[in-house]
Nanobody
Framework: QVQLVESGGGLVHPGGSLGLSCAAS????????MGWYRQAPGKQRELVAD???????NYAESVKGRFTISRDNAKNTVYLQMNSLKPEDTAVYYC??????????????????WGQGTQVTVSS
């Protein structure tokens, strides 16, 4: 099986910075894309940013220029550096791994694996 373990998050003042990390555990052969989604109270989960194994990145318009996603393929870990945070960035942030090929008795493929979520609160 594959699990995603997130770390980071917490409370930060507007204009501040915060970093998130997410490590995939298990016997993993490959992960097509890793990314971060967020869900604010009363809203649908939305993509924040994702990155392919080749390093191609994609950002939501609302975070472009403020957030940076990066990835360490050797460690199956994805990072999200969040700068110039705004109150509207407050949400539960979820890590996602898409297209995961892994070993569990035999080779398996998972379309999507999700982390448990970590709270980010931006408030004065």
């Amino acid at each position: 099986q594959v699990q995603l373990v997130e770390s980071g998050g917490g409370l930060v003042h507007p204009g501040g910075s915060l970093g998130l990390s997410c490590a995939a555990s298990g016997t993993i052969f490959s992960i097509n894309a890793m990314g971060w989604y967020r869900q604010a109270p009363g809203k649908q989960r939305e993509l924040v940013a994702d990155i392919t194994s080749g390093g191609r990145t994609n950002y939501a318009e609302s975070v472009k220029g403020r957030f940076t996603i990066s990835r360490d393929n050797a460690k199956n870990t994805v990072y999200l550096q969040m700068n110039s945070l705004k109150p509207e960035d407050t949400a539960v942030y979820y890590c996602n791994a898409a297209g995961v090929t892994y070993l569990s008795s035999s080779t398996h493929y998972a379309n999507n694996v999700w982390g448990q979520g970590t709270q980010v609160t931006v408030s004065s």
